[in-house]
């Protein structure tokens, strides 16, 4: 597993962790290749262990009563998922499927844990990504109960940009479908609050790239949920 310490030595959970400890960490994980579109666990399934993405995407989700799909969360290479149910001995609250063809590093329950007492610091490394997630979380759960599709789409480029450190540019990582079920919305009104936003000279499109031509009239909108303009979507 040498091959992965450049992905463990960049990643949030493990960047800061001396050569030895790095080391011991690498011995306890596992690969697993999956093709995309393909189940990794289910809701209820127990968490005996976590996952980091090396390679691909991975999306967790929960399907409604009448079998509608909800994305929680969207995972790319680097970052760890899982980690919450595993450190709480509950089961795993969500589904998580590839989204496209996908190698994983699994990270074996008891064996982390072990590690963990050995180095006190892997905790505190995993209590800061679990805090971004709390944040991710906290900033969805309010975009999708208290905001119309204009400001939750804002507020994820905005989160975006500062995750991605540009103002300017954000690119994203899913396809505008997967965005539009990622912020409760379908398809067809993405796109029409895209072209809206590109009319209203807040951002320009190009594919996947998306150019913040005004910053802070994307904050506005975020906040406010209205356009400058009085036209409706």
Do not use: C, W
């Not at 509950?90 to 072990?114: C, G, M, N, W």
């Not at 109960?145 to 954000?170: C, D, H, M």
């Amino acid at each position: 597993m040498k091959k992965y310490i450049s992905l463990l030595s960049e990643s949030h959970l493990f960047g800061e962790l001396p050569q030895e400890h790095m080391d011991a960490v690498l011995e306890i994980i596992f690969e697993k290749k999956f093709k995309s579109g393909e189940l990794i666990f289910s809701e209820g399934d127990p968490a005996d262990g976590f996952y980091m993405v090396a390679a691909g995407m991975v999306k967790i989700y929960k399907l409604s009563a009448n079998g509608k799909e909800h994305i929680l969360h969207m995972f790319g290479p680097g970052e760890p998922f899982g980690e919450v149910p595993v450190f709480s001995g509950q089961a795993f609250p969500a589904h998580a499927e590839t989204v496209k063809a996908s190698t994983l590093l699994y990270f074996p329950r008891k064996r982390f844990i072990d590690r963990i007492i050995d180095n006190p610091y892997l905790a505190l490394n995993m209590l800061a990504v679990l805090s971004k997630r709390l944040r991710h979380f906290t900033v969805q759960v309010e975009n999708l109960s208290l905001k119309e599709v204009p400001a939750r789409l804002a507020g994820y480029l905005i989160l975006s940009s500062e995750e991605q450190q540009n103002t300017q540019f954000v690119t994203l990582n899913i396809s505008k479908g997967q965005l539009a079920g990622f912020l409760g919305t379908i398809p067809e009104t993405m796109s029409r609050i895209l072209r809206k936003m590109s009319e209203e000279g807040l951002i320009e499109v190009e594919g996947r790239k998306i150019h913040i031509k005004d910053y802070d009239g994307l904050v506005d909108l975020a906040e406010s949920g209205r356009f400058d303009s009085s036209d409706t979507l």
